[in-house]
C-alpha cells in the first residue's frame, strides 16, 4: 500500500490530552504498510496520496474490549420476564440465563454460529470500530467451547477487524456439573485452556466471579494454569455483589477487571498497583437497572485507567453500538467526553494488552481510525442513535 497523508483533518490521538476543540490541519497523519508512519503539523508530502478529510474528525478506530459476541439463539422472552419484576438471578436459578443460551449455542455449529454473529459485529463496525474482543462461555463444554473460539477467529477471517478472543468457560455451571464448581474446572476449563490455547484460539482468559458463579478460590486454578501458559488473565468481578474477584485478579496482574458496580476504593488501589483497568459496562447496568454506580472517582484518585465496552451478550447487554455505550458512560456514570474517548481507544487496547497495536494514533501503532462527520470529541459523545461514520479505516485502509 503507498503512503498516505491524511491532511485537513480534527485529529485526536488519544496519545496524551483530549482537545475539546481541535483544529482541521493542525495535525496531519502519514500511513503506509497499515502502519502510522508520522504525526505531525505540515508533514512531508513528498510521494504520498493526499487524502482531504475536509475538516471532519479523525479519532482512532473505537475498540469493543468486552463482548460475548458470539452465542446462539435470543433471550427477549427473558426480557419480557424482567419486566414482569423477576430477577436476573432467580431467571438464572431457573435454568433460563447463561445456561438457556447454553443449549441454543451448543446446537450450532461453527459457520452457523458466525452466521448469527456477523449482523452484531457489522453493528458494531458500521460505527467504525477497528478491534473487538469475544469471548467464549455459552458452550461449557471442551468442545462447544472450542466451537465458539473457531466461530470468533472466523469472525476475523469474514471481516476486516482484529479479533481477540477470550477464554470464559468460567462462566457458569452447566447442569452436569450443578454442585460440583471444582470439578467443572478441573475437568472442562483447565482442560479445555489447553487445548484452545494448542490451537492458537486463546488470547486471554477470563472468568465470571459472582455469587451466582465461581468464587476465587475455585478460579484459582484456572488462573495458575493460564499463567503457566503464558496467557493474560481478566475477570467479571463486582458486579452484582462484592465477591473478591478484583483483588484476587490483581494478584494475577490482571489486564483488567469489568463491571466493577461494587468494587472498593481498596480494589481501585489495587488495580493501580497492578496496572489493571477498570472496565465498566453501562449496558449491563442500564439493562439490569443497577443502582449501585462504579467507584469511577476512587479509580480516578488511584490513577486507574478506565475503559467502556459493551458487553454485547444476549442476557444482560444486548448492545452493539459503541457510540451509544460512550454516551451511556458519560450519562450513567458521569465520565467526562474525554474520560469516554479514551475509555474505547487507549485504555481498550491496554484492556487487551494492545498498548503498542491499536488504539492511538501514534507511530509505529496500526493505522486503525475512524473518521467522523462531526468536529468536537463531545458531538461524537453526546447524541443517542446517531452515527456520523463518514469512513472506517483498517489497517490504513478504508473499508467503509
Ligand atoms: N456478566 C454478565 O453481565 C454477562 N456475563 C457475565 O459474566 C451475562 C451473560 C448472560 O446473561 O448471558
Ligand atoms: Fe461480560
Known amino acids: 500500500m503507498p503512503a498516505t497523508l491524511w491532511t485537513n483533518a480534527r485529529v485526536v490521538t488519544a496519545d496524551g490530552g483530549i482537545p475539546r476543540a481541535p483544529q482541521p490541519g493542525a495535525l496531519e497523519v502519514l500511513t503506509e504498510g497499515g502502519q502510522i508512519l508520522?504525526?505531525?503539523?505540515?508533514?512531508?508530502?513528498a510521494g504520498a496520496a493526499i487524502m482531504d478529510c475536509a475538516g471532519r474528525l479523525l479519532t482512532p478506530a473505537p475498540i469493543d474490549c468486552h463482548t460475548h459476541l458470539v452465542f446462539g439463539g435470543d433471550r427477549a422472552t427473558e426480557f419480557e420476564m424482567r419486566l414482569d419484576g423477576v430477577p436476573y438471578a432467580q431467571i438464572a436459578a431457573q435454568g433460563g440465563g447463561i445456561r438457556a443460551s447454553m443449549r441454543a449455542t451448543r446446537a450450532m455449529d461453527v459457520d452457523s454460529l458466525v452466521a448469527a454473529s456477523l449482523p452484531r459485529l457489522d453493528h458494531l463496525l458500521a460505527e467504525g470500530t477497528g478491534t473487538v474482543e469475544v469471548k467464549s462461555g455459552y458452550g461449557l463444554s471442551v468442545a462447544a467451547e472450542l466451537t465458539m473460539l473457531r466461530a470468533a477467529r472466523a469472525l476475523g477471517q469474514a471481516r476486516r477487524v482484529r479479533i481477540c478472543t477470550t477464554w470464559l468457560a468460567a462462566h457458569a455451571l452447566p447442569p452436569d456439573y450443578e454442585g460440583r464448581p471444582e470439578a467443572y474446572i478441573a475437568e472442562?476449563?483447565?482442560?479445555?485452556?489447553?487445548?484452545?490455547?494448542?490451537?492458537?484460539?486463546?488470547?486471554a482468559v477470563d472468568s465470571f466471579c459472582e455469587t451466582i458463579a465461581f468464587t476465587p478460590d475455585q478460579l484459582a486454578p484456572l488462573y495458575d494454569?493460564?499463567?503457566?501458559?503464558?496467557?493474560?488473565?481478566k475477570i467479571h468481578a463486582e458486579q452484582l455483589s462484592q465477591s473478591g474477584g478484583t483483588a484476587f485478579a490483581c494478584g494475577y496482574n490482571a489486564l483488567s477487571a469489568d463491571h466493577l458496580e461494587h468494587a472498593t476504593a481498596a480494589d481501585a488501589q489495587a488495580m493501580a498497583a497492578s496496572g489493571t483497568v477498570a472496565v465498566l459496562l453501562p449496558g449491563a447496568f442500564y439493562t439490569l437497572r443497577e443502582t449501585v454506580l462504579p467507584p469511577v472517582a476512587a479509580f480516578r484518585a488511584a490513577g486507574v485507567s478506565m475503559a467502556l465496552a459493551t458487553d454485547c451478550n444476549p442476557g444482560t447487554s444486548p448492545l452493539t453500538s459503541i457510540l451509544l455505550t460512550m454516551n451511556m458512560g458519560a450519562t450513567l456514570f458521569r465520565l467526562t467526553v474525554a474520560e469516554c474517548l479514551l475509555a474505547v481507544t487507549a485504555h481498550a487496547a491496554r484492556a487487551l494488552g494492545l498498548q503498542d497495536v491499536t488504539g492511538r494514533i501514534a507511530p509505529g501503532l496500526a493505522a486503525d481510525m475512524a473518521l467522523w462527520d462531526v468536529q468536537t470529541p463531545?458531538?461524537?459523545?453526546?447524541?443517542?442513535g446517531f452515527n456520523p461514520l463518514h469512513a472506517r479505516i483498517y489497517q490504513g485502509e478504508r473499508v467503509a
Open 38 to 45: 508520522a504525526v505531525g503539523p505540515a508533514l512531508p508530502r
Open 188 to 203: 472442562v476449563a483447565i482442560p479445555g485452556l489447553t487445548a484452545a490455547h494448542a490451537e492458537g484460539l486463546v488470547d
Open 225 to 233: 494454569h493460564a499463567r503457566a501458559l503464558g496467557l493474560p488473565v
Open 378 to 384: 463531545a458531538q461524537l459523545v453526546a447524541r443517542i
